[in-house]
């Protein structure tokens, strides 16, 4: 960084230490808040100020994980969980996606339908939940149902609302050269929306993590949610917790997953340009 | 350069909608020589994209036809080139990219047309620049990539959708200045539609003044000019300049 700072006046300087700066200070009060908020957490429930029988406590939460790693059962849970949630939200995006491309395909089909999805979307998913176990069978095919259905049609209305609103000029362009409704789509339509579809994306792994923990709740032999509410079941509020705080992590990693592959691809044209100069 | 390569022929468009019908346009005929540049101008809002529009064969007209060398149209015709108000190039498509957008659509990216298109871009000093992309770009420069992706399907004629409307005013004199060597360059006709009166004079061999909607030819003014190398600078700057633009402004009618 000091390297940096050579042939630049002392104004930039000054200004490049205060961002600087300013980035530290972010990154230690956040850590600190953190090892405050567990270290609270521990003390209060040390000094009995808190029952640590319902709230856990860190050093419990700790032990816990550790039986948990020893039994051999953490990564079990913890992967069962990811590879549905990975499951649902891969199905929900692209079946979602292809089926607004169907949509767009025809301005009739969704005038027929649009009050169908209306319906769908406003519907609570979980009520679904039942109906799944019984037509799939209790097991991990019924949780990516029900992740799929809570993702699927918000992806379809979000994904078809961005074709639909293709700039209409653009499509216009390609008109003069004589391009067909095929190469409407695949030079205009769907280039243009990489972006809405990656926000689709987004918001797609949020919902998929709420299916696959709400179908674990309902029926489920392994997992974080099945952790969850066995935890909640025998009052082991020490389980709770570390699967709560497992789930949060998980989701977390998912997350900066989705922000990775959108960095990659809309990272592309930075990097073209970069390429040359 | 006498026979006539666009001929429209009583065109009239309605537009049918659940409040109504308009009428776009009402019984417009005049013919375009090859090589020549006619300027459409009228009040905003009269029609004269729709007109652009039956020629090219984007919209089928409510009445008479357009023929192109002879042929009626009834497609989009491959001998058209269409220029919009603005550039629009894709922002994920770099400029090369951008310029072979029409033949890959029609399906003719044969090397020959390749190499017409580095030859392009090369005469029009987009060479270096062939592999950035549009945001990098002025909007001059992004003005010729678009004419050259335009040109790149070679068409006999061009329609320009007022072109330059899109840019502020220093760099649409230099655009228009460009653009029309170009045009005169490759020997091109080309018709165009605009709103400002100045702009039409100094590019074009004949001014039609259409009315209000519905758009009717009102008078077809002839333009010319006896300076040496024809430029639309120079024009704008030549005595009988004013009094085109006096006479064609006053057939405009303008009330405020």
């Not at chain 1, 689709?200 to 709400?214: C, E, F, M, R, Y």
């Not at chain 2, 006498?2 to 022929?9: F, G, N, Q």
């Not at chain 2, 061009?158 to 060597?181: C, G, H, N, P, W």
Request: charged share 20%; proline share 3%; glycine share 6%.
């Amino acid at each position: 960084m000091s390297k940096k700072y050579e042939n630049l006046s002392p104004e930039r300087i000054a200004f490049l230490k205060k961002v600087r700066a300013e980035k530290i200070a972010t990154w230690v009060i956040r850590t600190m808040i953190l090892v405050l908020f567990f270290a609270l957490w521990e003390v209060a429930a040390r000094l009995n100020l808190i029952d640590s029988f319902v709230t856990s406590q860190p050093s419990r939460m700790v032990k816990t994980l550790m039986n948990l790693y020893d039994s051999g059962d953490l990564f079990l849970h913890i992967g069962v969980t990811c590879l549905e949630t990975v499951a649902g939200f891969i199905i929900g995006t692209i079946l979602g996606t292809v089926i607004a491309v169907l949509l767009w395909w025809s301005d009739f089909t969704v005038r027929v339908l649009e009050p169908y999805l209306v319906v769908l979307n406003s519907l609570p998913k979980v009520a679904l939940g039942p109906i799944f176990i019984i037509w799939i069978g209790a097991g991990p095919f019924a949780i990516i149902a029900m992740a799929l259905a809570i993702s699927l049609i918000v992806t379809i209305l979000e994904v078809l609302n961005a074709f639909i609103h293709t700039d209409e000029d653009q499509i216009k362009l390609v008109k003069t050269f004589g391009a067909n409704r095929l190469q409407v789509f695949t030079k205009v339509v769907f280039p243009s929306n990489i972006p809405a579809m990656i926000n689709a994306l987004k918001v797609n792994v949020g919902l998929s993590w709420v299916g696959v923990i709400t179908g674990e709740f309902l029926v489920s032999k392994a997992g974080l949610g099945y952790l969850i509410v066995y935890g909640g079941q025998v009052f082991q509020l020490d389980l709770v917790m570390t699967s709560v705080i497992i789930l949060a992590i998980a989701a977390a990693l998912m997350y900066q997953g989705v922000v990775w592959i959108q960095n990659k691809l809309t990272g592309q044209q930075t990097a073209g340009e970069q390429d040359s100069i | 350069m006498s026979e006539d390569i666009v001929d429209v022929r009583n065109v009239g468009m309605k537009y049918q909608s659940l409040n109504g019908e308009i009428t776009a346009i009402q019984d417009i005929s005049f013919s375009v020589k090859k090589g020549e540049f006619v300027s459409l101008v009228g009040p905003s809002g009269c029609g004269k994209s729709t007109l652009l529009s039956i020629i090219s064969g984007l919209l089928k007209p409510s009445q008479g036809k357009v023929l192109i060398e002879g042929e009626e149209v009834l497609k989009t015709s491959e001998k058209v080139g269409y220029m919009l108000q603005k550039d629009y190039l894709f922002d994920w498509r770099t400029i090369y990219q951008n310029v072979i957008l029409g033949l890959e659509i029609r399906r003719k990216l044969t090397p020959e047309n390749k190499d017409y298109v580095i030859h392009l871009l090369q005469t029009y000093g987009l060479y270096e620049f062939k592999d950035k992309y549009p945001k990098q770009l002025s909007g001059g420069m992004r003005q010729r990539a678009a004419l050259i992706r335009t040109l790149a399907v070679q068409p006999e004629i061009l329609l320009l959708d007022e072109a330059f409307s899109a840019l502020d005013y220093q760099t649409r004199l230099a655009v228009t200045e460009d653009i029309y060597s170009i045009i005169k360059n490759e020997g091109k006709t080309a018709i165009m539609v605009t709103h400002d009166i100045a702009e039409s004079i100094s590019m074009s061999d004949r001014v039609i003044v259409l009315t209000n909607r519905p758009a009717e030819i009102k008078s077809i003014h002839k333009i010319e000019f006896d300076c040496q190398k024809r430029t639309p600078l120079k024009c704008r700057e030549a005595p009988n300049f004013r009094e085109y633009f006096n006479n064609i402004w006053k057939e405009l009618d303008v009330h405020v």
